[in-house]
């Protein structure tokens, strides 16, 4: 996400401003992952991002690069399922 979109979305949402230096400090080394953004609208501290075939969504958190947040195939209702957290990083 572009720094523009990003301030929208703080804004939108009445982030509070992200402060870094109040983050954990972490480092791909220490956790042997690749580290995304906190899941959440307003995430701002870095965590492991979710590995293929786990479970994500707003709740759980982001997929690891190249994956993608997906509902289960046959969900009547796709949006309610990523904002709950039942969808599956593939």
Known sequence: MGIEQRSYVENLFDCPVCEPDACPKQNRSDFGCFLVREPGICGCCF????????????????????????????????????????????
């Open 47 to 90: 965590v492991c991002a979710i590995d293929k075939g786990a479970p994500c969504g707003l709740s759980r958190g982001r997929c690891a690069p190249g994956l993608r947040c997906r509902p289960p195939i046959d969900d009547p209702h796709p949006i309610r399922s990523l904002l709950l957290g039942q969808g599956v990083c593939l």
